[in-house]
């Protein structure tokens, strides 16, 4: 299984470079709030492989941390968990599906697709897509593959103070919401470093 760690090193220098602007505005943003981290998600499609990976940049206020009951659990256990890799089976591949519809494509839109495809960020692709959706009078018939993908979250920017919500609401066997009160221990000093999470 690859780690948060290794995904993020596999990110090349290019990458980096066409993301830079997307970063440094977000960091602007940062700079207003101090409860503010940005948060780097990372996936791999199972199909398109790890040299296709996909990046996008979230602007966080809070880090929200789910609290299972079956075993007492440490602040760092939760925070662990929320930023350990995970396998999701059902994703819309946006890469996936142009290129699967790419030879049905008209010129115009193939170049169009084209540069699509050359965005590294997810949320650039979606909103090119939306884009063309919105001024075109004939949308193109794209088939959305969901396909299984790896997800790893990181952090990139620490927030100045960070503030912590742990979900300790669940819904039992009956259906009926209860709460965890569960304490959960926590450190004097808390590592919460790029390089830690
Ligand atoms: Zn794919």
């Given at each position: 299984?690859?780690?948060?760690?290794?995904?993020?090193?596999?990110?090349?220098?290019?990458?980096?470079?066409?993301?830079?602007?997307?970063?440094?505005?977000?960091?602007?943003?940062?700079?207003?709030?101090?409860?503010?981290?940005?948060?780097?998600?990372?996936?791999?499609?199972?199909?398109?492989?790890?040299?296709?990976?996909?990046?996008?940049?979230?602007?966080?206020?809070?880090?929200?941390l789910s609290l299972p009951s079956h075993k007492q659990y440490s602040l760092e256990d939760l925070?662990s968990n929320?930023?350990?890799?995970?396998?999701?089976?059902?994703?819309?591949?946006?890469?996936?599906?142009?290129?699967?519809?790419?030879?049905?494509?008209?010129?115009?839109?193939?170049?169009?697709?084209?540069?699509?495809?050359?965005?590294?960020?997810?949320?650039?692709?979606?909103?090119?897509?939306?884009?063309?959706?919105?001024?075109?009078?004939?949308?193109?018939?794209?088939?959305?593959?969901?396909?299984?993908?790896?997800?790893?979250?990181?952090?990139?920017?620490?927030?100045?103070?960070?503030?912590?919500?742990?979900?300790?609401?669940t819904?039992?066997?009956?259906?009926?919401?209860?709460?965890n009160n569960q304490f959960v221990p926590?450190?004097?000093?808390?590592?919460?470093?790029?390089?830690?999470?």
């Open positions: 299984m690859k780690t948060a760690k290794s995904l993020s090193q596999s990110i090349n220098d290019d990458d980096l470079v066409k993301c830079g602007k997307r970063v440094n505005k977000t960091n602007r943003l940062v700079g207003q709030n101090p409860c503010a981290g940005v948060y780097e998600s990372v996936i791999e499609c199972y199909v398109c492989g790890p040299k296709h990976l996909r990046h996008s940049y979230q602007l966080e206020y809070s880090v929200s925070l929320h930023f350990k890799s995970e396998v999701i089976q059902e994703y819309t591949c946006l890469r996936c599906s142009i290129l699967q519809y790419m030879p049905k494509a008209q010129p115009r839109e193939k170049q169009f697709l084209n540069s699509v495809l050359s965005q590294c960020c997810e949320f650039d692709k979606e909103s090119l897509l939306r884009t063309w959706y919105h001024i075109s009078e004939e949308p193109m018939a794209i088939h959305f593959q969901n396909r299984k993908i790896l997800k790893s979250t990181k952090v990139l920017k620490r927030p100045k103070t960070l503030v912590i919500h742990i979900q300790r609401s819904i039992n066997q009956f259906g009926d919401p209860v709460l926590y450190p004097e000093l808390l590592n919460f470093s790029s390089k830690q999470y």
